[in-house]
């Protein structure tokens, strides 16, 4: 049913800000659509609550699903920055029917998103999605509230506090970060408060870099998609450990005593080890997605664990956890699922399960979060004007058979469209030499196409 939404992608609505759809009338039918087809699933007075990181037009699309959804009969309450991960906590927290995020996780400032989660914190399933645009396109059924009936907007003031106190909880009641020192990278993002304060009341000395947002300087050259500074920063400091969070705070990665940085399959295969020790590993298994490294899934093998492989996209990844039963998973990007505590990708709670591990390990953070070598991969990405038609083209469907052939039985390559940016993604995994090779090839032939195009 889902199969050809025109706003939905594989993580919520996003785009360039005031560019459709990410328009504040669009923005606005869709928090008109989301309330009606909330109202539906139960009799009971509605409410949803909002979130948003810290781009200068959360204000503006945070105003229009509020209207959006107070036309339609629904109550709406407001938490103003708040992660991603946070907004699927409270969600659950406050009873309500409906979380909204607005936020392009993380992209540059000019673009924004809006991701939903349902009244259980999963984000919403493709059927869900697919109604509420079918809603957005049929006015007629967008039936606004009486008078009478229009739901009321308030600001929760002490949202962030909550959410300070339920991460906090996650961490061993034994344990302290005393005699921690840790550079906190918070990408000019959401986390730009909740994160430092957690930590330090944690009992860390916290050094916090990346916290003055403005509006515009979101993911710009920080965070967990650029830790070059962090790295900087923890030699500098002799700090024992630095941890990166992108704009909405579902990403981590970590900045080892030495300033090298360890990448998601990294942590996954440290939380991996330890929670097999303590019996604390469902299913015994945990779910990747097709982009982590193949080292990865050799380390796990051979400590007895299954490595179940996704698409790419958290949202696949939790799908996956779900239906295998798993409770650990993530993305080589940084996204850590940790079900026992969470229902997406939450990166200060998975920094504080690794800071736990850390703690009793008793041994520097190089040792214990780098579990593997890892196989050498190259990826870039390739801004065309149709992915879909492109990946089609006769020219890039043989070049990457011939760069597979290339690559050998001990490589990988993976090329595909991205599913939140106008871009396509190209992976070659193994053989220094021959993944240059193989990258080489497919790169040519998307731009030669791309070129063709563009000039027809």
């Known amino acids: 049913m889902g199969a050809n939404k025109k706003y939905f992608g594989t993580d919520g609505v996003r785009g360039r800000s005031n560019t459709p ?7 606005m039918q869709l928090g008109m659509a989301a309330g009606v087809y909330f109202k539906q699933q139960s009799p009971r007075r509605h409410n949803v609550v909002i979130g948003k990181d ?5 204000y503006m699309f945070e105003t229009a699903l509020v209207a959006g959804f107070t036309a339609v009969g629904m109550d709406v309450f407001q938490f103003g920055p708040m992660p991603t991960p946070a907004v699927a906590q409270l969600t659950r927290s406050l009873r309500a029917d409906v979380g909204v995020m607005i936020t392009a996780s993380h992209n540059p400032f000019y673009d924004n ?48 506090a909550r959410y300070v106190e339920i991460a906090k909880a996650t961490f061993p009641r034994e344990l302290t970060l005393s005699g921690f020192r840790i550079v906190v990278d918070c990408a000019n993002g ?71 940085i360890i990448d998601g399959d990294q942590l996954l295969g440290c939380l991996a080890t330890n929670w097999v020790k303590l019996d604390r590993l469902k299913a015994n298994s945990i779910v990747a997605t097709v982009m982590s490294n193949l080292q990865l899934e050799n380390y796990l093998n051979d400590i007895g664990i299954v490595l179940e492989r996704s698409p790419v996209g958290d949202r696949h990844v939790v ?35 690794l800071l736990a591990i850390i703690k009793v390990e008793d041994r520097p953070v190089s040792e214990v979060c780098r579990v593997f070598e890892p196989l050498p991969q190259k990826t870039t990405s390739i801004t065309v004007s149709d992915a879909t038609a492109i990946l089609k083209a006769d020219a890039v469907v043989s070049a990457i058979a ?6 050998g039985a001990g490589g990988r390559l993976l090329v595909r ?12 995994e193994g053989d220094p030499v021959l993944i240059d090779k193989a990258h080489q090839m497919v790169v040519q032939a998307i731009e030669d196409v791309q070129k063709q195009k563009m000039i027809n």
């Open 113 to 160: 998103g809006i991701k939903f989660f349902g009244p259980d914190g999963f984000k919403l399933s493709d059927d869900a999605e697919a109604i509420i645009e079918s809603l957005m396109q049929s006015p007629d059924e967008l039936e606004l509230a009486e008078a009478a009936n229009l739901g009321r907007a308030t600001r929760i003031d002490d949202a962030q």
């Open 319 to 353: 799908e996956l956890m779900r239906r295998v039963g798993a409770n650990l998973g993530g993305e080589q990007s940084g996204h850590i699922v940790l079900s026992d505590f969470a229902t997406t990708g939450d990166a200060l709670i998975a920094a504080l399960q």
């Open 190 to 260: 959401a986390s730009y408060k909740v994160a430092p304060t957690t930590l330090w009341e944690l009992g860390a000395e916290v050094i916090d870099i990346n916290t003055e947002p403005d509006g515009f300087n979101i993911n710009d050259e920080c965070g967990a998609t650029d830790p070059s500074e962090l790295a900087s920063k923890v030699l500098e400091t002799r700090a024992d450990i630095g941890i990166a969070f992108d704009g909405d705070a579902d990403r981590l990665i970590i900045v080892d005593e030495k300033g090298r």
């Open 21 to 27: 759809p990410m328009t504040p009338t669009i923005v």
């Open 54 to 58: 810290t781009r200068l037009s959360g």
């Open 402 to 407: 011939n760069a597979k052939v290339a690559l």
């Open 417 to 428: 469209a991205s599913g939140t940016e106008p871009v396509i993604r190209i992976m070659a």
